[in-house]
Nanobody, 119 residues
C-alpha cells in the first residue's frame, strides 16, 4: 500500500474551479493505477475518474466528462484533479485511491477533502 494525502478542497460558487491534489508519499504514482472518487451525504461512493499510467489514457464518469481532468507531476509525486464548471451536484468529499496490489482493486485511500459548490 501507499500513503495518499489529498488537499485543495473548499467552497466555490457554481461555475468555478478547484484543483485537488493527491500526494503519494515516497512512491512514484506512475507505478499505480490512480483513481478519484467522491461521496455526497446520504449517497454511495461514486467513481469520478482514473488513469493507468502504463496506458496513459484517463477515464471519466459521464457526470464529469469534459469538466474534470486528471494529471500528474512526477517531480512532486502528486496526482491532480482539475475541476472546472463546477455544479452544486459536485458537492462531496473527494478521495484519491491507488491500486497497488495488481488485482484491480483500489487498496490505498486518502483521507478525503471536502468540496462544496454553492448555487
Amino acid at each position: 500500500q501507499v500513503q495518499l494525502v489529498e488537499s485543495g478542497g473548499g467552497l466555490v460558487q457554481a461555475g468555478g474551479s478547484l484543483r485537488l491534489s493527491c500526494a503519494t508519499s515516497g512512491h512514484t504514482f506512475r507505478l499505480y493505477t490512480m483513481g478519484w472518487f467522491r461521496q455526497a451525504p446520504g449517497k454511495a461512493r461514486e467513481y469520478v475518474g482514473g488513469i493507468s499510467w502504463s496506458v496513459g489514457v484517463p477515464y471519466y464518469a459521464d457526470s464529469v466528462k469534459g469538466r474534470f481532468t486528471i494529471s500528474g507531476d512526477n517531480a512532486k509525486n502528486t496526482v491532480y484533479l482539475q475541476m472546472n464548471s463546477l455544479k452544486p451536484e459536485d458537492t462531496a468529499v473527494y478521495y484519491c485511491a491507488a491500486q497497488t496490489g495488481g488485482d484491480g482493486e483500489y487498496d490505498s485511500w486518502g483521507q478525503g477533502t471536502q468540496v462544496t459548490v454553492s448555487s
